[in-house]
């Protein structure tokens, strides 16, 4: 299971997850929903406790990975599979043009 937490300019907004079935989950942080209720990252998530469900990375998520040559040199870079949509979110979009920023997750050993 890989996690991020997922930050609107400076405040964090919810949390995102990978679980190891494939599948992803995107939930604002309860303190957001409760201060920023009509405060969306994007229109296809408006603010809500429910969690969002998908087999697949969710397309906003999606659109903040790197594409092309800059793809090419943060795959090679990192040593990370182009198809490991994830581990190259965690890994490239942690300062993100726009307000939308991702922070990985450590796992506690």
Not at 2 to 14: C, F, K
Not at 28 to 52: C, D, G, M, N, W
Request: charged share 25%.
């Amino acid at each position: 299971m890989r996690s991020a937490e997922i930050y609107y300019d400076t405040t964090l907004a919810g949390k995102l997850v990978e679980t190891d079935d494939g599948e992803y989950t995107f939930t604002y942080e309860e303190a957001y929903v409760k201060k920023h209720p009509t405060q969306f990252i994007v229109f296809s998530l408006p603010v809500r406790i429910e969690s969002y469900v998908s087999n697949r990375l969710f397309p906003f998520f999606e659109g903040l990975i790197p594409e092309g040559w800059l793809l090419d040199i943060a795959s090679k870079n990192w040593k990370i599979n182009p198809n490991d949509r994830m581990g190259l979110l965690l890994a490239c979009c942690q300062n993100c043009i726009g307000a939308v920023s991702v922070k990985s997750i450590e796992k506690d050993e």
